[in-house]
């Protein structure tokens, strides 16, 4: 009996040393290269894979790179065992390390997924057992610690690679868009692989994920308001306001999914238009023209979330729609956006008191089309009709002014016109007292 196992263990090791060097390389792109001694370390990785059903469809495949890597998602369809899948995890990670310090981002973003949907299986009905193996000793508490914190040190690589792509320290200046893109796909990976976690190793995954994107928003949002608040607003240019806007927008778009990135972004920019407009500097429209579309796409977003689960938002995007309700050229375009600022924050001060000035200057647009109508040519029906309805639409559009902004100083003037108007064609509304 004591041959025969010794015989397995020999053949076992030779058959590593001779199929685990291709394996590595198929799975590595080339770069991972398996010396000898490092086969006899991973020898127990081999003798768990040829016990599953998947084995001989790599086998078949190891000397045709062209099968790579369809063969090895044949063989992962087929069934890993969670004892293989430990050794995957493993094996992946390590290429996943590597091809980061190398900055081979493409491998490393493969690399990453493999090597998280290996941990999450490993954890199903193995790690455990195996941790026990090698921690007598450890209480069951530190089993599940250790289980949660499995993968600490990618996300922690990870962390680090992301803060490089982000240049926090000049936010004026494009990012590290490789990095950047390779970073939202780790992380849509985790999105993926950890939703609704129903292990130790996947709970600590998904808290991993999200104190990741937590760091990283932070540590944005306080760059940018470092940024802002070293801006001499008297002197600066609009050119130098947008430029670190325009660059967090840039960040929050490429890696995505970065809370409260968006919404510190838009109160910055809202803030310094607010305190521009306080400094009477000369050039605020011009500000508002180069800043407003900087700000736009953020706004955007902002406008996709439920302001019921976030209503911090619905004050800041109210003022975007009144600002760029300043800058639109065409009275609708105008009213629309204010009408939105008011849908998204009902009572919007300044929106509230625009709109009622942009209702008069309606109302006004059809009382002056009116004194081009002689009062004999009103007594025809069509453009008695016509006249009628300019007249009420005057009339609702002056007392939607009133409820917007009772204190409008211009209400008294146009009610007085439409008084005169009606008098004049002998059409009688229901008087406002």
Request: aromatic share 6%; with cysteine.
């Amino acid at each position: 009996m004591a041959d025969a196992t010794l015989e397995h263990e020999l053949t076992i090791l030779l058959e590593a040393r001779e199929r685990l060097p291709a394996l590595a390389e198929r799975l590595s792109a080339g770069t991972l290269k398996l010396s000898p001694p490092r086969c006899d370390q991973l020898s127990g990785w081999y003798a768990s894979l040829r016990e599953d059903p998947g084995w001989p469809i790599i086998e078949a495949a190891l000397q045709t790179p062209a099968a790579w890597p369809r063969a090895w998602e044949l063989a992962e369809e087929a069934g890993f065992s969670s004892r293989t899948s430990h050794h995957n995890a493993l094996i992946f990670s390590e290429i996943f390390f590597d091809a980061l310090q190398r900055d081979d981002l493409s491998l490393a973003g493969h690399a990453w997924n493999a090597a998280m949907k290996a941990w999450v299986k490993a954890d199903t009905g193995w790690l455990a057992t195996y941790l026990q193996r090698c921690m007598p000793d450890a209480s069951e508490e530190a089993i599940l610690a250790t289980r949660r914190e499995a993968l600490s040190q990618p996300f922690a690589a990870l962390m680090q690679r992301l803060r490089r792509a982000l240049n926090l320290d000049n936010l004026s200046v494009a990012p590290d868009r490789r990095g950047l893109r390779f970073g939202a796909h780790a992380l849509a990976c985790c999105d993926a692989i950890f939703d609704n976690p129903t292990s130790e190793l996947a709970e600590g995954g998904a808290e991993l994920a999200r104190n990741l994107r937590q760091t990283l928003a932070s540590e944005l949002t306080e760059a940018l308001h470092a940024h802002m608040q070293s801006l001499n607003l008297t002197e600066v240019s609009a050119a130098q306001i947008t430029a670190p806007l325009e660059g967090v927008e840039q960040r929050v778009r490429l890696l995505s999914a970065l809370p409260g990135c968006d919404l510190a972004a838009l109160r910055a920019g809202l803030n310094a238009l607010w305190e521009l407009r306080r400094l009477q500097r000369d050039d605020v429209i011009e500000a508002l023209e180069l800043i407003l579309p900087a700000l736009k796409p953020i706004a955007e977003r902002l406008a996709t979330l439920s302001l019921d689960e976030h209503i911090e938002a619905a004050g800041p995007l109210a003022d975007y729609y009144t600002f760029e309700s300043e800058v639109a050229f065409a009275l609708n375009t105008r009213e629309d956006l204010l009408r939105r600022a008011l849908k998204t924050c009902e009572g919007h001060r300044n929106a509230s008191r625009m709109l009622s000035y942009l209702l008069l200057e309606r109302a006004n647009r059809d009382l002056l089309k009116l004194t081009a109508t002689p009062e004999l040519g009103a007594a025809i029906g069509p453009v008695r009709r016509r006249v009628s309805d300019a007249l009420q639409r005057a009339a609702a559009a002056i007392e939607e002014a009133r409820a917007l902004h009772p204190a409008n100083e211009l209400l008294a003037d146009y009610e007085r016109d439409l008084h005169e108007e009606r008098t004049r064609f002998n059409l009688r509304g229901a008087p406002h007292e």
